[in-house]
């Protein structure tokens, strides 16, 4: 596993240079380049880079949750693709892991609501809940966004009864992914801009059906930075440098965060969970201001263990001060390995372990450690708190329980 410290990222660059230096060399020469794998006197390339820890730390091997889990972020349209031998095998990976229930944010709308609903709830009509999604192109050619459904005027009420009636087919809350804010286009060219009051009508009628709105809004921040040899997270943008949105064509992290913010603060009367921590992860002490400012404001670390696990003291004091506003959430369906994880950074307080179990790991070239917290907290981010903000839950968690329970 990946875990370099300062010392290794030092000799990572070092032996880049020299990488780039033999091949600036062979090209000069008209010489083909040798593999860079660090074999038989090559250099080595960084995307063959794989330290292996030499750490003699405890390692609490954990293969379930202690507690029933609600995972209120997973995609099941996205990354299963409707496929029912998937759905049987993570089932059983639920069952093995605690995982009482998984919230699906893939639901869509209409006829598309409908097959995600027969695909999740025709076999396991109690282990899945369901978001809609709010459909912003409609019927219009994606390549002229003033064709696009969100152009018409009363576009927000539309929605809004179009979310009222997805609620009677079982939909318990909203889901808005990151391309609101960063891909969907206005009629200009522009970028939708999350705060536009257009909007409000979406917002409203969400805490008038009592829908809890999870928003993905931005993304790490080292996606706003330069990609160059101070960004932290450069190995990963230079396999995926799509994910970049440094530049003038984009808003910066915080100019989208505080749109959010000013969306949140507008409609206190509707609860919102801000996705990946708020996608501020790297900068708790901003959350907890968000969070003592806006009451209606919940977060879930899906995807983020990567990053909270980095500073595990900060974490911790952060999950005990407002562990009432905390969900719980993985991102997945994920492999059973990454999903053991998450209950080791959660319930233990071993050192230096992986967070994924993707090799290199693809969120930064470090490693994590636990933050051990008590029984009573664990509850309330496995499933408490998911009860209070999301419709639906109560009930399936229940049937659950009690068939744990009688299997005893």
């Excluded at 899945?128 to 966004?145: H, S, T, V």
């Excluded at 969907?184 to 536009?196: E, M, N, P, V």
């Excluded at 998911?386 to 229940?398: D, Q, T």
Aim: aromatic residues 12%; contains cysteine; glycine residues 6%.
């Amino acid at each position: 596993m990946i875990c370099p410290t300062h010392h290794v990222r030092s000799l990572v660059w070092l032996l880049v240079g020299l990488a780039s230096s033999v091949s600036l060399a062979q090209a000069q020469t008209g010489e083909a380049d040798p593999p860079l794998d660090g074999e038989d006197g090559r250099p080595l390339a960084i995307g063959e880079f794989r330290p292996e820890a030499t750490l003699k730390v405890r390692q609490t091997n954990l293969t379930h949750a202690k507690f029933p889990v609600v995972d209120d972020h997973t995609h099941f349209r996205y990354r299963l693709k409707h496929s029912p031998e998937q759905l049987d095998d993570f089932v059983e990976v639920m069952d093995r892991n605690n995982i009482a229930l998984c919230v699906s944010l893939d639901g869509k709308l209409g006829d598309e609501f409908d097959a995600h609903a027969k695909y999740l709830w025709t076999k396991y009509p109690d282990r899945f809940l369901i978001y809609a999604n709010i459909d912003w192109q409609g019927e219009g050619d994606p390549d002229k966004p003033e064709t696009w459904a969100c152009q018409r005027p009363e576009f927000g009420r539309r929605m809004a009864l179009e979310l009222a009636e997805v609620k009677k087919k079982g939909a318990s809350g909203l889901k808005l992914f990151k391309q609101f804010g960063l891909g969907y286009r206005d009629a200009d060219g522009s970028l939708l801009k999350i705060d536009d009051p257009r909007w409000d009508p979406i917002w409203e009628a969400c805490g008038k059906l009592g829908l809890p709105v999870i928003i993905h809004t931005a993304d790490p921040v080292a996606f706003f930075e330069p990609i160059d040899k101070t960004n932290e997270r450069w190995e990963e943008l230079s396999r995926h440098p799509d994910w970049s949105f440094y530049g003038d064509k984009f808003p910066s992290c915080q100019q989208l965060l505080a749109a959010r913010n000013r969306v949140i603060e507008r409609h206190p009367e509707t609860i919102f969970i801000g996705a990946h921590m708020a996608n501020n992860s790297e900068d708790l002490a901003v959350v907890a201001q968000w969070l003592d400012k806006y009451p209606n404001l919940y977060v879930e670390p899906a995807s983020r263990i990567s990053e909270l696990g980095r500073q595990p003291y900060t974490s911790r004091e952060f999950v005990l001060k407002y562990q009432d506003r905390i969900l719980f959430g993985t991102d997945g369906p994920w492999p059973e390995e990454r999903l053991h994880y998450y209950w080791r950074f959660f319930e233990t307080f071993d050192e230096y372990f992986p967070y994924s179990e993707k090799v290199p790991p693809p969120q930064g070239l470090w490693c994590i450690y636990g933050i051990g917290l008590p029984d009573d907290v664990l509850k309330k981010i496995y499933h408490e708190n998911a009860v209070k903000v999301i419709p639906g839950i109560e009930s399936k968690l229940k049937k659950y329980v009690e068939k744990q329970d009688a299997a005893k």
